[in-house]
């Protein structure tokens, strides 16, 4: 039983759409003329799709028979005097089609075709030469079916030059091998003479390779339904269009170069280039397929009409044989550019989706290290306030002797509601736009209000400070608030890996000109008389969510590095030092 289903077998199922029959079923337009046969495990067809199949095989491969015999008869013209042979043939292109299309099974039909189609020329000699003659000549087709069915992608959509190149390759190989078989047989008879092999060996060839060439792609793609899923993504008032005008111009051309004849005919006929240059530039391999057939007809049909010797007709042949090949490959290349950049569009599409996509996770993310940062960062501010709050509420119990110490205390508290206002309103800027704010600061001051800030907590952990500066030392190009920020970060850190494992608690902050660096840069050091951080612990020091505290976010450390680089600066821990030593480097305002 005959199965199109082979046709989107294991031979195609790994290429795209444009395999030769890959989505026939899909198209539906194969079905029609070569009905699926079920191959599933334990199934049963309806008897009466069954018999509509049966049918429509019988009734292709009728239809292929007639078609095959009367090929020679409805292209009765400009045969060669000596051996009759036409300058062109459209027999192995029906053959090679019905199996590309139709599978192996075919193969039959094809064989009683030929056969039939050499008994019924006036003068044949019938014989075992015959039958074998023609066993090899299918054997050909067959071959050339298969290797289109398996290999190439046409009868899709997706026909590119490789398919182009497999097509002309096959095309060779077969119009090679079936005109030297065919030419054998008819030397074979008495009347001929086998000097005249190689003659007629060429025309054969030429003849073959013509229809298979011109008439294939067209078969295939109408076979694998191609055309009908083609003629659904294009505007049919526009294809009409351009066919009528197409139609046109290659009547006028037609008959300026055989009609008026204003040069010789042949130099003139290479005008018929032009229309199937923008055809395939236009609609690629669909339109190309399509209208190769329409210039040959028309250029049989000119020739015909006035009259041209048969020697001459073979010359203009191999000039349509030229324009096919022309045009095939312009059309695959149209085609695969059309291709290329829808997928570039697709891909440029994809990226936009995934720009967009990580957009929202970015301010997603921003969102979370925000409040993290903030929750991080505003809890000494709060616990500042709460403790003068707390203090505030002892001295206004112990009456007026205690005013000057509550109004001072209530000024910490107005200083460090300030503070913290001014930290959120540059943070919230900060996240939203990227950007810093760049002031002209003194190291000094940033020290001084870093010592001011945590003050209390240095004194409740019994931590001793210790500042430095190099004497002339330039100010620093930075955001004063994020960067004090930094420093108290580095310095509460400090003071908690003290708390309770040295006796002696020191924190030093030195700022000096950083020596070697290729830009003006101002060092800061923060050190601390800490039992270090362990060698296992550097590597993720300054990533996210890594801490050793017990309820600490792991935040710290990595928001300031983030601070320190979106000011121009870095934030590194160096190790090999006496002390627990961090490293903050800032521009210079110069």
């Known amino acids: 039983m005959v199965q199109t289903a082979a046709r989107c077998g294991a031979g195609n199922a790994t290429q795209d759409e444009g395999l030769v029959g890959a989505d026939c079923c899909a198209a539906g337009a194969l079905a029609d003329a070569v009905p699926i046969a079920s191959t599933q495990p334990g199934t049963k067809p309806k008897p009466a799709a069954a018999r509509r199949g049966t049918g429509l095989r019988w009734s292709l491969a009728l239809l292929f028979l007639v078609a095959f015999v009367l090929a020679d008869t409805v292209t009765e013209l400009f045969p060669h005097p000596r051996f009759g042979v036409q300058p062109w043939n459209l027999r192995p292109a029906l053959a090679i089609g019905l199996i590309a299309g139709g599978g192996s099974g075919y193969v039959p039909v094809i064989l009683l075709a030929v056969l039939c189609g050499w008994a019924i020329i006036p003068g044949s000699h019938l014989g075992l030469a015959w039958l074998l003659a023609g066993l090899a000549v299918v054997a050909s087709y067959w071959a050339a079916g298969l290797v289109l069915q398996r290999w190439s992608r046409w009868g899709g959509l997706a026909v590119g030059p490789r398919d182009v190149n497999l097509l002309l390759a096959v095309s060779l190989v077969t119009a090679t ?87 010789d005919e042949f130099r003139m006929s290479y005008l018929l280039f032009l229309p199937m240059i923008v055809v395939a530039m236009r609609y690629g391999i669909p339109g190309v397929v399509s209208t190769l057939p329409m210039v040959q007809l028309g250029l049989l049909g000119a020739l015909a009409t006035v009259g041209i010797r048969p020697g001459t007709a073979f010359e203009f042949q191999l000039l349509v044989l030229t324009l096919a090949i022309s045009s095939l490959y312009l059309g695959a290349l149209t085609d695969e550019r059309r291709r290329a950049a829808e997928q570039i569009a697709q891909n440029e599409r994809s990226l936009r989706e995934r720009s967009h996509a990580l957009d929202e996770a970015q301010r997603i993310a921003s969102t979370a290290e925000l409040a993290a940062a903030m929750a991080n960062d505003l809890s000494q501010p709060l616990s500042a306030i709460g403790t003068y709050a707390r203090a505030s509420q002892l001295l206004a119990q112990r009456g007026e ?40 600061v003194l190291v000094g001051s940033l020290f001084e209000s870093t010592h001011a800030h945590l003050r209390d907590r240095l004194a409740r952990a019994e931590v001793s400070w ?125």
């Not at 025309?203 to 083609?230: E, H, S």
């Not at 111009?249 to 300026?256: E, G, I």
């Not at 508290?413 to 996240?431: D, H, K, N, P, V």
Request: proline content about 6%; glycine content about 8%; charged content about 20%.
């Open 401 to 440: 002797a205690e005013r000057p110490k509550l109004t001072e205390t209530l000024q910490f508290i107005a200083e460090e509601t300030a503070r913290a206002g001014q930290y959120l309103r540059r943070m919230r800027e900060f996240f939203r736009t990227g950007s810093m704010r760049a002031d002209r």
């Open 177 to 263: 091998l079936s005109s030297a078989i065919d030419a054998l047989r008819q030397i074979a008879a008495p009347e001929m003479d086998a000097s005249a092999y190689p003659l007629l060996t060429w025309r054969l060839f030429v003849a073959d390779l013509l229809g298979i060439v011109v008439w294939m792609p067209v078969m295939l793609q109408f076979l694998g339904g191609a055309q009908i899923r083609w003629s659904t993504r294009v505007r049919t008032s526009a294809v009409l269009r351009d066919g009528l005008l197409f139609v046109l111009v290659l009547a006028s051309l037609l008959l300026l170069v055989f009609g008026f004849r204003p040069l």
């Open 466 to 590: 210790h500042a430095t500066i190099e004497p002339g030392l330039p100010p620093v190009r930075a955001d004063a608030v994020q960067t004090g920020a930094i420093l108290g970060n580095l310095v509460a850190n400090a003071c908690d890996a003290m708390a309770g494992t040295v006796s002696l608690r020191q924190v030093y902050l030195k700022a000096l000109l950083a020596a070697g660096s290729p830009t003006s840069m101002v060092r800061i050091l923060v050190e601390d008389t800490g039992p270090g951080v362990a060698p296992e612990a550097r590597e993720r020091l300054f990533k996210p969510l890594a801490t050793s505290k017990p309820n600490g976010m792991g935040l710290g450390l990595a928001l300031s590095r983030s601070i320190a680089e979106r000011q121009g600066g870095r934030l590194w821990f160096e190790p090999g030092c006496e002390r627990t030593t961090f490293c903050l480097e800032l521009p210079c305002d110069v």
